[in-house]
């Protein structure tokens, strides 16, 4: 082990003073310090821990607490804690202090540098500059993937940070940061499809090849591996798929096609696409190109390259620090991490874990990852320029209702989603008796907080005083807050509160192709029931709050300003979807898709509250359960909307309630002509001016 140098001892002294009488008694009865250094580096310490443990001089019992001090820099390597000898243990980084008051943290990359050295001019234009991947270790540059529209986050290239920003694979049409129609300055182009020809995975220009923009695409054709991304059946699903063929037609319009083998959607008229992964594309600032078989780099730098500039290929793969089962009790603090071509940081199965104040930023896939993760916390930290989630939280099962007790609180999650664009939100959740408290949320193409039904559990968790804005803004039939009931799981994620929450521009405004549909800040699909949804203020909203059916969901006490529609009630259980609550629905199995279980909901119900390995508690809890198949079954029973205030209007609209029956008028009178129990009462418009 080693002991803390004195230069370290100061600059800990200075940052943490009203700690350091803690740290130096308890370092003499419990704590033991570890520090890296210029030629010590985070595996070693690793490593000495391991060794110390196992070798008797530390307590294999763990009745110390080991404390890693990570001096500042930058450290290409990945952390594995993964040994039982690396339980309790705190990896806690040395801020440095800035002019201007701010701190930098020390960074752990999973990244490759790329040498100043190694660039040279490429291309008439000056600005585009080639680098040789050769003799760096980059031996597996990863590869372009598809995969289904919804579930697949679909990435394993190795990307490209400067200086810590995440650049873009060249693509057309470019990024426009100056468009504000997009909050990420994405656009598409949209696909050409005869509405009479059967929908296939292909499409044509949307001009003949006079126009330079369809011209261009037959240039597609001399490209090693192009790609499209494709929102190609719906407005909320998008996928990649390898281009198989380009061509021009008779009629000179350029046709596309590609491979949708993996899953990936085909395209009806009208659809959004994109062109990616194309060298003849490499246009714009920010934008990146790697050829696998030459092994090299073409880059187009957001600024001029300086010989201080920090060029990094994301190139390790799984997470640039991993967690597993192997350990409990384990702190990572004060710390960014970065270049990582999957995850940043993931927790498998270990207990105790506390994650603060870490950067996660510019990984191909997701932030911070919790995965099954009992009484994990993170709080505190930031995640942005991620290619899917920000950060996913997983833990408690619903069957045997053991808690996850989980707390995600005052984290700033923003710009994720930048390589798969649907069903990729901010933060995922999942999971028994969890706490989601004072997270901000932002930039979302597609939801912010997307988990439970048919993603995961959702039983007694709590969503309190969280900040959402800019959520859907590039998708349409989705939501800021979303949570399914397919699948047999409507009636059993229960108990759930979101409360005190903040909800700010939630609409599409970056247009739409292929269907009209609304998007909503509140989204609980399918029937999703037993919600309560308090004190929650809606602002610039196209919908405030919305429930497919559904029942015992109570909305009360909120605040809607300047939006569209306050509330949608879609009374889907007793129409369309009706069979999976009330007619044909009576095989009592545990909710889900596979031979031994049931998307019948009212079932599942049945199963959880009297079959199941927690059904005397489920019973207890919610006795309603048992009855759910008799009881006004299909309707929005025991629901209400209540005690809301609203005012002002979107685009001009403003209705209290909206439903199928309503169509585009205001619905509330449907209610008590279909005789439903649904109570809507005792709420307050404030007027056309809020």
Not at 336 to 357: C, K, P, T, W, Y
Not at 417 to 428: D, E, L, T
Not at 663 to 688: Q, T
């Amino acid at each position: 082990m080693m002991i803390l140098s004195g230069h370290l001892l100061l600059l800990i002294a200075l940052l943490l003073m009203p700690a350091i009488g803690a740290i130096a008694s308890a370092s003499v009865h419990e704590d033991v310090l570890f520090e890296t250094s210029s030629s010590v580096s985070i595996s070693d310490v690793r490593d000495q821990i391991i060794k110390a443990v196992l070798g008797g001089e530390l307590d294999p019992e763990h009745k110390h607490h080991v404390r890693v001090f990570i001096s500042p820099g930058q450290y290409k390597t990945s952390l594995q804690l993964d040994h039982p000898a690396l339980s309790h243990t705190s990896w806690e980084g040395v801020p440095t202090p800035n002019i201007d008051g701010s701190t930098t943290l020390p960074i752990i990359s999973g990244g490759i540098e790329v040498p100043y050295s190694s660039f040279k001019s490429w291309g008439s234009s000056g600005s585009i500059l080639k680098a040789s991947l050769k003799n760096l270790g980059a031996t597996d540059l990863g590869k372009m993937t598809s995969g289904n529209a919804v579930a697949d986050c679909q990435h394993d290239k190795v990307g490209l940070t400067i200086n810590g920003e995440q650049l873009i694979l060249a693509r057309w049409p470019n990024v426009d940061l100056d468009d504000p129609s997009t909050a990420d300055g994405w656009i598409w182009t949209h696909a050409n499809v005869d509405d009479e020809a059967p929908i296939h995975a292909g499409f044509k220009s949307m001009k003949d090849v006079s126009d330079p923009d369809a011209s261009r695409l037959l240039n597609w054709a001399n490209e090693s591996n192009p790609y499209v991304h494709i929102y190609g059946e719906w407005d909320w699903a998008d996928a990649y798929a390898r281009i198989t063929s380009i061509s021009q037609d008779k009629n000179n319009f350029v046709k596309i096609e590609y491979d949708n083998s993996d899953g990936a959607p085909l395209t009806k008229p009208y659809a959004r696409w994109i062109g990616v992964n194309l060298l003849c594309e490499l246009d714009s600032p920010g934008e990146y190109y790697i050829d696998e078989v030459e092994q090299a780099l073409y880059v187009y730098p957001p600024s001029p390259l300086k010989r201080t500039d920090s060029v990094m290929l994301g190139y390790q793969p799984g997470a640039v620090v991993n967690i597993t089962d192997a350990v409990s009790n384990v702190t990572l603090k004060n710390i960014d991490v970065r270049d990582g071509r999957h995850e940043g940081v993931h927790v498998e199965g270990a207990v105790g874990v506390i994650i603060e104040n870490v950067i996660s930023h510019g990984h191909g896939t997701n932030g911070i990852v919790l995965s099954n993760a009992i009484g994990a916390t993170v709080k505190g930290s930031s995640v942005y320029d991620v290619g899917c989630s920000g950060i996913r939280a997983s833990a408690g099962v619903a069957t045997t209702l053991e808690k996850g007790e989980m707390i995600i609180e005052n984290n700033n999650i923003h710009h994720h989603a930048r390589w798969k664009r649907s069903y990729q939100p901010g933060i995922f959740w999942s999971g028994v008796n969890n706490t989601f408290k004072g997270n901000n949320i932002s930039v979302a193409p597609h939801n912010c907080m997307l988990g439970g039904g048919d993603f995961g559990d959702g039983v007694e968790n709590v969503f309190e005083s969280n900040s959402l804005a800019d959520c859907t803004f590039e998708t349409t039939d989705s939501g800021g807050f979303y949570t399914c009931g397919q699948g047999g799981f409507a009636f059993v994620n229960r108990g759930n509160v979101l409360r005190n929450n903040t909800f700010m521009r939630v609409r599409n405004t970056a247009g739409m192709g292929v269907q009209v549909a609304s998007s909503q800040a509140v989204y609980l699909d399918d029937q999703m029931s037993d919600w309560l949804i308090t004190d929650n203020t809606f602002i610039d909203c196209e919908v405030g709050t919305f429930t497919g059916g559904g029942r015992r969901n109570i909305i009360e006490n909120n605040t809607y300003i300047n939006v569209g529609t306050v509330h949608y009630l879609n009374n889907q259980g007793m129409n369309w979807d009706e069979d999976t609550v009330c007619d044909g629905c009576d095989e009592v199995a545990p909710p889900g898709y596979l031979e031994d279980q049931t998307v019948c909901s009212t079932g599942a119900a049945t199963w959880m509250a009297m079959e199941g390995p927690a059904a005397k508690v489920w019973a207890e809890k919610w006795p309603e359960m048992l009855t759910i198949g008799d009881d006004y079954c299909g309707e929005p029973a025991f629901s209400s909307l209540k005690n809301n205030k609203y005012c002002g209007s979107l685009n001009g609209e403003a209705y209290l309630l909206g439903c199928p029956q309503g169509m585009d008028d205001d619905c509330s009178g449907a209610v008590e002509e279909e005789g439903w129990m649904f109570d809507i009462s005792e709420n307050v418009f404030l007027g056309e001016e809020c």
